[in-house]
């Protein structure tokens, strides 16, 4: 296996990088609310009403998120009409490495056979995979790197407790990857982003064991430590402010408005705050793509699985203008300003 030289190709900066294709994955068991009905105390109608979930997709025994992403990221590669050697960056953003180390990155660069690649992982939960486009796009346009793959996977369904009602009802597994390259005109591509981090709110979302802090142990296993534990409401608030804030400064600071935005997409987590953030930003509902009835929270896939529904409804074409926005654990919030380009 050659090392990556990537990094020393260039370092002129190209301007903005662009989104040259998009690919995503879903493993095929499908876990209804019904299913759900028979493991804890809940009805379709409440997990349906208060998220606007009807299914979520999880993987069988065995299946890792890098297996996942794999998927996703080959085809996401073919599209773009490249092969694995063209990848110069490989990032991958998700909160259910197939282990601590080594990096999920690392991993899927091998499965892919990406001989040239460097890559790491994004620690950001559901908005890992805003901050690697991010990260990605950055490096792109300083002229570092000339394809970055970015990749969204989260395999929840290894950290969700099926006893307690409060968080197996919401998440579901998938992965969603895209490649980046240089803008093919100089309007196309990654306009702006933002982002915020606010620790204060890290209790209020989190997976309490299994760190340095409570490594492994029978009690930490007993005590179900090793699960997604979350206060709802505290997230629910958090969210509808903070990513509402955060998108307006995006639009000002672009002389962009509401009405000059094609496409929301926003991270599924709740069909609630996906409307009562669209709302406070002002953008019309024909604008918002909501597909978290048959995914649930897919954490880092969410932006990719909802962006490449659009593109299957026509909903997203080249020259559109999309807001991108994520919330979640950290707390993570992110926004992005993307001139689709194909
Ligand atoms: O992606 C990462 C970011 N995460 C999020 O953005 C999630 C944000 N939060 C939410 O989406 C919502 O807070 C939830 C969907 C998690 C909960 O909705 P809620 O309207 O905030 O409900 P709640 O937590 O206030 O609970 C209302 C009631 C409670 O019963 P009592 O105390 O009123 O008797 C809960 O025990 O609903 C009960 N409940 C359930 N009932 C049936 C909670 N979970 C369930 C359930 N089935 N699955």
Redesign the pocket.
């Known amino acids: 296996m050659r090392t990556s030289i990537a990094n020393l190709a260039g370092t002129t900066p190209i301007g903005r990088a662009e989104i040259k294709s998009l690919a995503t994955y879903v493993p095929p068991r499908v876990l209804t609310n019904a299913d759900l009905e028979k493991l804890?105390?809940?009805?379709d109608e409440?997990?349906l009403q208060?998220?606007g979930i009807r299914e979520r997709h999880i993987v069988e025994p065995g299946v890792g998120t890098s297996d996942i992403a794999k998927e996703a990221a080959a085809e996401a590669i073919r599209r773009a009409g490249l092969t694995p050697d063209d990848i110069d960056l490989i990032i991958v953003g998700t909160v259910t490495p197939d282990m601590l180390f080594p990096s999920t990155a690392c991993l899927l660069q091998h499965k892919l056979g990406a001989s040239r690649a460097w890559g790491f992982d994004v620690s950001a939960?559901?908005s890992a995979f805003a901050y690697s486009l991010t990260v990605g796009s950055q490096l792109i346009a300083a002229g570092s790197v000339k394809y970055a793959l970015i990749v969204g996977a989260d395999v929840m369904s290894s950290i969700i407790d099926y006893t307690d009602?409060?968080t197996c009802?919401?998440f579901g597994d998938g992965a969603g990857a895209v490649v980046l390259g240089p803008s093919s005109s100089p309007e196309l591509g990654i306009i702006d982003f933002a982002h915020e981090i606010d620790g204060s709110g890290g209790a209020a979302?989190c997976m309490p064991a299994g760190g340095s802090l409570k490594p492994a142990s029978h009690e930490t296993v007993d005590q179900r430590l090793h699960f997604v534990k979350?206060d709802?409401?505290t997230?629910?608030k958090f969210?509808v402010r903070r990513t509402g804030d955060l998108c307006e400064r995006l639009l000002r600071r672009n002389n962009v408005t509401a009405d000059d935005i094609d496409l929301f997409v926003s991270?599924q987590?709740?069909r609630?705050?996906i409307e009562a953030v669209s709302e406070r930003v002002g953008i019309d509902k024909s604008k918002v793509i909501i597909n978290i009835e048959r995914f649930g929270?897919t954490?880092a896939g969410t932006i990719p699985l909802a962006m490449n529904d659009a593109v299957l409804q026509g909903r997203l074409k080249k020259g559109d203008l999309v807001l991108v926005a994520s919330?979640?654990?950290g707390f993570t919030v992110g926004a992005l300003l993307i001139r689709w380009a194909f």
């Not at 804890?40 to 009805?43: H, I, Q, Y």
């Open positions: 804890v105390d809940t009805s409440w997990i208060r998220t939960a559901c009602r409060t009802v919401l979302l979350q709802g409401s997230v629910f969210a991270h987590a709740n609630r705050i929270n954490t919330v979640g654990a």
